[in-house]
C-alpha cells in the first residue's frame, strides 16, 4: 500500500466516502459505537467542524481515514486495518495541532484540552493515545441495552404530568434550554438539536417530552431507530438517548417513564433492543435506566491530552 496523502475536508461531498469506511474500520459489535455513520454527519455539519477534519487518501484517492475534532474539542478518528503506524500517528496528531491552536487563539479559559473515546477492550487504540501524551480518565462512559422482548413496565407519572412528542422545531428553544439545565452545561445548541431533528431518521413521534402541570418542559427523552447502523451491525435496535430532566423536576420518575414510553414505541416499530449511554458519574440515570430494566454491555474510557503535560 502506498503511503496515504492528507487534505482538508471538501465538506458534503466527502460524507459518504467516510461514511463508507465503517463495515472495514471497525469490528461488527462496534459499527454503532460513536461516532457512528449519522453521528458523523451531525458531528461535521455543526460549528467550524469541517474547518477541523482532514481526510487521508490512498494513491488511487480512496479514503482510508479521517479525523475530525468536534466544537467541545474532542477528537474523532477512524481508520482501514491496513494504515499503518505512523500514519495512525498522523490522525492524533491532526487533534493535537488543532488543541494548541485553540489555546494559541486565547479562546481557552485555561490550558487546552483534548477529549477522546474508545472501549475499555481496545488496547491498540489507548497505546496509540498514550504514545501522544493522553492519559486515561476516572469517567467512562456505560453503554446499557434492554431486551425489548421483555415485558415493558407501564410509564407511570406524577399528577399532573403527561408525555407528548416535542411540538415541532417551535419547542427547540425551550429544550435546548432544559438540556443544559438538568447537565449544568452549555453543550447542546438549538442548532445542533435541529440538526438531529432534520435527518432522514428522524422520527417526530419518538422525540418525547413529560410536560409538567404548568405546561413548561420537564424532561425529555429522544428516542430513533437508525436504519444504517441496524444494518452495519445486523441489529434491530432503538436508541432512548440522551434522556434528561430539568432540576425543578427530578426526582419524580419522569426518566424511567419516558423510557418506558419510548421503549414502548420503539417496539411497535420492530426494534427488539433499546440501547443508550451515561457517564459513570451520572448515578441517577443509572438508577432510572436499571429500573426500567437496562443493563450495562459495555464501558467506554475517556483519554485527555492537555498542552504542557
Do not use: K
Not at 463495515?23 to 454527519?41: E, H, I, K, N, V
Not at 489555546?103 to 477492550?121: I, P, V, Y
Amino acid at each position: 500500500m502506498t503511503a496515504l496523502r492528507s487534505r482538508p475536508y471538501a465538506g458534503p461531498a466527502d460524507l459518504p466516502a467516510l461514511q463508507a469506511l465503517w463495515p472495514d474500520c471497525r469490528p461488527t459489535a462496534w459499527q454503532t459505537d460513536f461516532p457512528s455513520p449519522t453521528g458523523l454527519a451531525e458531528i461535521l455539519a455543526a460549528g467550524q467542524v469541517a474547518a477541523r477534519t482532514r481526510v487521508w487518501e490512498d494513491g488511487c484517492d480512496r479514503v482510508c481515514a479521517y479525523a475530525s475534532v468536534d466544537d467541545y474539542h474532542n477528537l474523532w478518528f477512524d481508520r482501514l486495518p491496513q494504515v499503518t503506524s505512523a500514519e495512525e500517528d498522523e490522525l492524533v496528531a491532526w487533534g493535537v495541532v488543532c488543541a494548541r491552536e485553540w489555546e494559541a487563539s486565547g479562546q481557552a479559559e485555561a490550558e487546552a484540552t483534548l477529549d477522546t473515546m474508545c472501549r475499555s477492550e481496545d488496547q491498540a487504540r489507548i497505546v496509540l493515545l498514550r504514545r501522544h501524551g493522553f492519559t486515561e480518565q476516572a469517567v467512562r462512559t456505560l453503554h446499557f441495552v434492554r431486551s425489548l422482548a421483555d415485558p415493558i413496565p407501564e410509564p407511570l407519572l406524577p399528577a399532573g404530568y403527561v408525555i407528548r412528542p416535542l411540538a415541532g422545531e417551535g419547542e427547540v428553544e425551550a429544550l435546548v434550554a432544559l438540556h443544559r439545565a438538568a447537565f449544568g452545561t452549555e453543550h447542546m445548541t438549538v442548532a445542533e438539536r435541529l440538526t438531529s431533528m432534520r435527518s432522514p431518521d428522524y422520527d417526530p413521534s419518538l422525540d418525547l417530552v413529560a410536560v409538567a402541570p404548568d405546561g413548561s418542559l420537564a424532561a425529555y427523552c429522544f428516542c430513533a431507530i437508525y436504519a444504517e447502523e441496524n444494518r452495519l451491525s445486523g441489529r434491530s435496535d432503538g436508541v432512548t438517548d440522551p434522556v434528561a430532566t430539568h432540576p425543578a423536576h427530578q426526582g419524580r420518575g419522569l426518566a424511567r417513564a419516558l423510557l418506558c414510553a419510548g421503549m414502548r414505541l420503539l417496539q411497535a416499530r420492530g426494534a427488539t433492543c433499546a440501547v443508550l449511554g451515561t457517564s459513570s458519574d451520572n448515578l441517577a440515570m443509572q438508577a432510572a435506566a436499571r429500573a426500567a430494566g437496562y443493563r450495562v454491555e459495555s464501558e467506554r474510557v475517556w483519554l485527555s491530552w492537555r498542552a504542557g503535560e
